[in-house]
Structures are given as C-alpha cells and as structure tokens.
C-alpha cells in the first residue's frame, strides 16, 4: 500500500493533467455538431490505426519475460481494432442515411 501512495505522489502531477484532460475532452466531444459526426469518426479511426501498429510494435519489442509490456500491448492492439471496426460501421451506417431510398 506504501508503494501505491508513493506512486501517486511522485506522478500526481500527471494524474492531474490526465484528469483535466478527461474533463476537456468529455466536453468538446458533447459540443461537436451531429454533422460532424462522420468526419471526426473517420479521424478517430484513423488515429486508432496507430495505436494498433505502435501497440503491435511495443509487444514486439518487448521482452518476453516482461508480461505487464505483453499484455497491455494486446489488450491495445484489441481494443484498437474492435474501436475502428465498431467506427467503420458506424460511419458506414451513418453514410446509409443519406443515400436515396429506391
């Protein structure tokens, strides 16, 4: 527990801007206009898509006694691809409603 409380003071600096940054984000995200919607999805993609190959890269590089640098790294490399996937269906649905209907 000492080592915990310890942690977080030495990097609550970071925890603090980590938070604030939450915060910042919850509420530019709840201001964008329902238009902009696809836009910012696609970008959202495609910077997951980065975070996929710099995931693959870490897990690649990593040692393989280190099992904290693996499993992030997959769980990254996861939760990446269903966040574009789950995104491109989602701005493919949204594309939909625009066509005519036959």
Partial sequence: ???LLNWFT?????????ILMIF???EIIGRVPSVLHTPLMSGANAIHGVVII???????NADTTDITA?????LAVIL???NVVGGFVVTDRMLEMFNKKK
């Fill in 54 to 60: 710099g995931a693959i890269i870490v897990m690649g």
């Fill in 70 to 74: 693996l499993i992030l790294g997959f």
């Fill in 1 to 3: 527990m000492d080592q």
């Fill in 24 to 26: 910042v984000g919850i």
């Fill in 10 to 18: 030495q990097h609550q600096d970071m925890i603090y801007i980590v």
């Fill in 80 to 82: 990446g691809t269903l």
